[in-house]
């Protein structure tokens, strides 16, 4: 058996289609496996993605095959020894597996698109019970294969997941070329186009957050950061997550934010270009908006707190820092 023959095994194994006899020759080639070379992450890449999600799945496919209550079954064997198997050879150095190449998904002909225009929200329930709070200038892409083939989407702009729990079926979101993997939390994804990075904060549970080239684990009150321009990804600590759950309710709140940070988030929520001119190097804002308002109210509101003046051209907005802070 070739490598590629043992990813189908595994594939029909993980969705429960694998015949006995299939299970046999995973398990089979699972040990003439322990002879071959160690992980050479040089030449297949990182194996730090899928590690907990995998470990998770398998561990759960072991404790579906023997309910507590109900009696042992012989022909259960196959399937547990496999489950057993293969969680050894991830822990042995079978990590090749989850870093090939993933086919391209089955065309599905029902897109599933939902979308806000500037300044709107909404609430959203998935098939699979998730909740999601699509920001403004936001669109959400599914197949009409979510929540029963698979539970993956496609994010541009921003949103909060309240993930529901499936251990068989990984939630997966694209967010440009970024992929964020998740069984059961709650975090919120800022990928709108215009931005320099996308940012993956997480408020409970654990994400895995990475790209082809690496990944990294994000727990509560942490940050994934992908840089666009570098195509790398960093992770930040001591983040104030519980600001997510007013922010997925459109108040954005600041503490001592630049102004630019400020100017650019307004922008990407009402889909407009916000400059500031004047000096701003010891400028700061303190305080919050509700964008379920008009971006006018907002803005008058940051020009108030700061003395400046508000300028409309007609496709930019101008904050006028008249005097220094």
């Not at 990182?46 to 023997?66: F, G, P, Y």
């Not at 489950?83 to 190449?101: C, M, T």
């Not at 709070?133 to 197949?143: H, K």
Request: glycine share 6%; charged share 20%; net charge negative.
């Amino acid at each position: 058996m070739n490598r590629q023959e043992f990813y189908s095994l595994i594939d029909k194994w993980m969705d429960g289609s694998a015949s006995e006899e299939e299970v046999e020759q995973l398990m089979n080639y699972y040990h003439s496996f322990k002879t071959t070379q160690e992980w050479n992450e040089a030449e297949l890449g990182t194996k730090s993605l899928l590690e907990e999600e995998m470990e998770q799945q398998l561990l759960s496919r072991i404790r579906v095959a023997i309910p507590e209550a109900a009696p042992f079954k012989r022909t259960w064997w196959p399937k547990i020894a496999a489950a057993a198997a293969v969680l050894f050879v991830l822990s042995a150095g079978g990590w090749w597996y989850f870093q090939r190449p993933v086919a391209p998904a089955p065309v599905h002909s029902l897109q599933q698109l939902v979308a806000t225009k500037a300044g709107e929200h909404k609430k959203i329930q998935l098939p699979d019970s998730t909740t999601v709070w699509l920001s403004p200038a936001s669109t959400l892409a599914y197949t009409d294969a979510f929540g029963k083939e698979n539970r993956e989407l496609t994010l541009s702009g921003e949103a909060f997941f309240d993930v529901s729990t499936n251990a068989v079926k990984p939630f997966i979101i694209h967010s440009g070329r970024v992929t964020t993997r998740v069984l059961g939390t709650s975090f919120n994804i800022q990928a709108f186009d215009a931005q320099p990075d996308v940012a993956v904060t997480v408020l409970t549970g654990k994400v895995a957050v990475g790209n082809a080239d690496s990944a990294v684990h994000v727990s509560p009150s942490e940050r994934a950061v992908f840089s666009k321009a570098t195509g790398t990804i960093r992770k930040e600590d001591g983040v104030a997550a519980a600001g997510l759950l007013s922010r997925r309710e459109g108040i954005l709140k600041y503490d001592r934010a630049g102004l630019p940070e400020v100017a650019a988030e307004l922008g990407y929520y009402y889909n407009v270009k916000i400059e500031i001119k004047g000096k701003i190097s010891n400028c700061f804002y303190f305080g919050e908006f509700n964008t379920n308002g008009t971006l006018e109210k907002a803005l008058r509101q940051l020009c108030l707190s700061l003395n400046a003046t508000l300028e409309n051209n007609g496709s930019t907005y101008i904050i006028r820092m008249d005097k220094e802070c």
